[in-house]
């Protein structure tokens, strides 16, 4: 009995969603990349917590691991504060936690138990990323390099969504990409 493992509670699963909803982030990014001889550009997704309270990051992990995941938590370098005066000073005193999920599975696991229960942004967020995080396992295989497809048309424009979402202009390179595959897409 005592080796069964516990699983998550609504009122966890709301918890964890109101400490995302104000604590976390959602994210998606988009990056050059170099790995293994291939260069481009690739998409870093990621769920985090960032807190100074260690009993919620660790009530986070304790949740996390519930759901059958492992978060991995680290103590984020403090950046300096500054004075009325404008002199700068470096807060020794708060350790700032981060506790963080950035593998697709892991991410998209999670946010499908917890997409019900966000609200507004965050919400919005979560549903553009489980969108886009089926899509790119789905299309895993081990003819892809790496088990990795390449990115296409509809992955692109979910990222353009996303981007549009948290108010960020896309770099230049993915406008390109984007305005070439609109092109083909009317030439065909």
């Known amino acids: 009995m005592g080796n069964q493992q516990e699983t998550i509670n609504q009122a966890e699963i709301g918890w964890l969603a109101g400490i995302i909803d104000g604590e976390g982030s959602i994210a998606m990014n988009v990056r ?42 680290y103590q984020v370098k403090n950046a300096p504060l500054y004075r009325a005066d404008g002199r700068r000073y470096q807060n020794v005193i708060t350790r700032i936690l981060r506790l963080s999920l950035s593998r697709m599975a892991d991410i998209l696991r999670c946010l499908i138990i917890l997409q019900p229960h966000l609200t507004g942004q ?22 892809s390099k ?18 549009e979402l948290k108010k960020t202009d896309l770099p230049d390179a993915i406008v390109g990409i984007l305005r070439d595959y609109t092109r083909e897409a009317v030439v065909s």
């Open 32 to 73: 050059k990349k170099e790995l293994r001889g291939w260069q481009g550009y690739g998409i870093d997704v990621c769920l985090t917590v960032t807190n100074s309270d260690a009993a919620i990051i660790d009530k986070c992990e304790a949740l996390l691991g519930k759901m059958g995941l492992t978060p991995l938590v």
């Open 146 to 163: 790496g088990g990795r497809a390449h990115y296409d048309h509809m992955d692109w424009d979910l990222v353009r969504q996303f981007y």
């Open 122 to 143: 965050k919400r919005a967020r979560a549903n553009l990323l489980c969108r886009f995080l089926e899509r790119r396992l789905k299309r895993q295989t081990k003819r």
